[in-house]
């Protein structure tokens, strides 16, 4: 995923006529998804602000995460950025040759170890900006092996600035602790359902029936009746299980596109400009004053700085934009038509690839403007997910 993109998430009933509008208009559309009537995608910034404007014209809400611009360097220190660069690059090397901590590399895939592992050495006053003449290694690594779950063995080695530990695991160890909350399997399409295995959990439905998105298959929540107090009198009783399975059902979508024969289109003009980021201890700092004017795209790259083979905490980010102007185009009839099966194409690709299209019906209209078109796929294909209870304590 290209980081320069920004990610935007349409609710709304007419979320999906906005979606139609970027894949009419060939907007730079990625990992377009639908989860739970919400349509996620990522798109650069000018694309999102568009569609984030246009949201209000219809039913449908807009979200686009902030991004907080790391504020510009002084002029004087911009002039001279290989002086301030030089000065910073002669700071890391006095932290490096005296042996200090500055990054840790823990060589284990679990999120869990790894965190019990940082714990282990927070408690022995071990972190960023310690020095590796205080570690014991071989005591260390018998205090990780005691007391982190899941590791039979580990390794503490240095390099450099990096401190590396490396572990065996002895058994497989959960990929989340979200594993052990109650749920329920839930229908993701308003669908006919066709076969359900269940694993755990109690079934809602038969097979035949229709479901609403978001109606419950296999509940996770059971009631029973249990004896209590001397009299033995019943009592209902709610038990909490995490209800898994498979569903299988057959569901329609519609697409509906509305192409115009006069329209914008992005061109590029072959303007180029680049600038450049010094990226130190995470911080971004920009090495100029302001950015390029206009419309453009952009492209970033970034190179970490090494010196005799260590890899210092510090990069250079260079950001490339490139310039468009948008200009009014007039396609033909035939064009039309061609753009019309490119977005069906991509709305197939996008949110029904994970699916058996059993049927497509295309209602196909040229009107005065333009193209008309209604799609209608008939899909089939795995429709539960698992939805956590979250229970009041």
């Keep these: 995923m290209n980081s320069a993109l920004t990610k935007v998430s349409l609710t709304g009933k007419d979320a999906k006529k906005v979606i139609n509008y970027a894949l009419e208009r060939s907007f730079p559309i990625e990992d377009l998804r639908e989860v739970n009537s919400e349509f996620v995608f990522y798109t ?47 700071a890391i090397c006095a932290y490096v040759f005296s042996g200090m901590i500055l990054s840790i590399r823990i060589d284990n895939n679990s999120i869990k170890v790894r965190n019990d592992i940082l714990g282990v050495l927070s408690e022995k006053g071990i972190g960023i900006g310690s020095y590796t003449d205080e570690l014991e290694p071989v005591k260390l690594e018998r205090e990780l092996k005691a007391k982190v779950p899941g590791i039979s063995w580990a390794g503490i080695s240095a390099q450099g600035s990096t401190l590396i530990i490396d572990t065996i695991n002895n058994v497989p160890i959960p990929e989340s602790d979200s594993k052990r909350l109650p749920c329920n399997v839930v229908a993701l399409h308003d669908c006919v359902i066709d076969d359900v295995q269940v694993y755990n959990g109690d079934l809602n439905v038969s097979i035949g029936s229709g479901v609403r998105a978001g109606d419950i298959i296999i509940s996770g929540v059971r009631n029973e009746e249990i004896s209590t107090g001397k009299d033995k009198k019943p009592k209902k009783v709610k038990k909490y299980l995490r209800a898994d399975g498979k569903v299988f059902g057959t569901f329609e979508k519609t697409l509906e596109l509305n192409l115009k024969y006069k329209d914008t289109q992005l061109i590029p003009t072959g303007n180029t ?18 950015r390029p004017e206009g419309e453009y795209s952009f492209n970033a790259t970034t190179d970490q700085l090494t010196i005799f083979g260590f890899e210092l905490p510090v990069a250079v980010t260079e950001v490339k934009y490139d310039e468009y102007n948008e200009t009014e185009v007039t396609y033909s009839k035939d064009q039309l038509l061609e753009k019309t099966q490119q977005a069906i ?26 193209i008309k078109a209604t799609v209608t796929f008939m899909a089939r294909g795995e429709i539960g997910e698992q939805v956590d209870i979250f229970l009041n304590k």
């Design 345 to 370: 194409s991509d709305y197939q690709n996008n949110f029904l690839k994970n699916y058996e299209i059993i049927d497509i019906k295309k209602i196909i209209k040229e009107t005065k403007t333009g």
């Design 44 to 90: 650069s910034e000018k694309n999102a602000l568009k569609i984030k404007k246009l949201c209000l014209k219809y039913e449908c809400s807009c979200e686009i995460p902030c991004k907080k611009d790391t504020p510009a360097i002084l002029k004087i220190v911009s002039r001279h950025p290989g002086f301030f660069t030089g000065l910073v690059i002669s």
């Design 273 to 290: 400009q680049k600038v450049k980021y010094i990226d130190i201890f995470g911080a971004h700092i920009p090495l100029f004053i302001d």
